[in-house]
């Protein structure tokens, strides 16, 4: 019987990508960037949700934007007009960001006089999950047009954000979406999740999210 070595590769991979993200998450902390990291599925509003956080923030912090995409610079684009620095990561046909990607997309964007940096990442509710990207806080978002059925079928995802927040609750009456069942679930994955409906078109409950982004970067500083 023939025999060959067994390398478990993606254990591999993870424990070096989280050994990677707490590096980088103690060279932010004494470089005193907030760094978020922003997840969901394509088509949920992440951008315009940028755009309206860059409105609310501009004038108390100094704001980063790294956009990430397998291909294309349109939201790059639209985030420049908004007067915040920003750069376009191209994923070369990957998922997802890890922890050194990250690293390169800061040191691209050039960090000095940032105060807060937002990573959107590649619209996707299965990879991104799975890679620490050394970020200060997770959020993801999930729109009404998607469904309540999503913490379901992505647990990993909601488990390991820290902020839910739901987008397009302008448009509920369209949708057969159970906003108590949603908070319900993810509560279940994920006991201390926060979860603030929003309408990033409308700018209905957006001072929620930005009061939240205030407490998180002022309690961030003091620990």
Not at 43 to 63: F, Y
Not at 95 to 124: K, S
Not at 125 to 140: I, R, Y
Not at 163 to 170: E, R, S
Request: a negative charge; aromatic letters at 6%; hydrophobic letters at 40%.
């Amino acid at each position: 019987m023939e025999k060959y070595k067994i390398l478990e590769i993606k254990e591999s991979v993870f424990d070096n990508n989280d050994h990677q993200a707490d590096l980088l998450r103690e060279e932010l902390k004494k470089d005193g960037v907030f760094l978020l990291n922003l997840m969901s599925s394509p088509g949920s509003g992440k951008t315009t949700t940028v755009l309206r956080t860059i409105e609310a923030l501009k004038n108390e912090i100094n704001i980063g934007v790294l956009e990430a995409d397998i291909d294309s610079d349109v939201d790059a684009h639209k985030v420049s007009q908004s007067g915040a620095k920003v750069i376009q990561l191209h994923t070369g046909g990957m998922c997802h960001l890890d922890a050194d990607m990250t690293r390169q997309g800061l040191e691209g964007l050039g960090t000095e006089n940032i105060d807060f940096a937002i990573l959107e990442n590649v619209g996707n509710l299965v990879c991104p999950a799975e890679f620490d990207t050394g970020a200060s806080k997770n959020a993801m978002i999930l729109s009404i047009p998607e469904g309540d059925d999503k913490p379901l079928k992505y647990p990993l995802m909601f488990s390991i954000v820290d902020v839910l927040l739901i987008n397009k609750i302008d448009t509920a009456e369209y949708f057969d979406f159970d906003l108590e069942a949603v908070k319900e679930r993810v509560k279940k994955l994920n006991p201390n999740i926060k979860v603030i409906p929003i309408s990033a078109k409308t700018g209905e409950g957006m001072e929620e999210w930005i009061e939240w982004i205030r407490l998180q970067i002022s309690a961030w500083k003091d620990k």
